[in-house]
Every structure is written in C-alpha cells, then in structure tokens.
C-alpha cells in the first residue's frame, strides 16, 4: 500500500469516526437539553452546584475560624 493510499483511508476513518461522535452528541444533546427533560437536568445541576458550593464553603470556614 503506497503513502496516498495510507492517507487516504486514515483520512476516511477520521472522518467516519468524527461524524459518528457528532451524530451522538447531537442526538444526546436533542435527548437530554430540551424540553422538560432538560429543565430537570438543568434544575438539577444548578441545586448540586449549589450544594458544592455550600459544602465548601462551610468546610473551609470551620478550618479558618477554628482557632
């Protein structure tokens, strides 16, 4: 197999696999972001952001203030 043909089929194959990732992503994002599905997941994400948020803070203001 000569160079041209090598880079011709790694050349398919990247585009293949690039086009099947964006296949799934679009049909993930279509599934999870939209609607109220979505609204959810959103509302979800942002209480445990929250929650994150809180825990930290709280644990380093006990280590700060312990003295």
Known sequence: ???RA???VCVCVCVC???CVCVCVYRLYSRL?????GLVLKASSALAALVTVYMIGYVTGYYVHRC
């Open 17 to 19: 696999v690039c086009v």
């Open 33 to 37: 972001c939209v609607g109220p599905v």
């Open 6 to 8: 090598r880079v011709c």
């Open 1 to 3: 197999m000569c160079l």
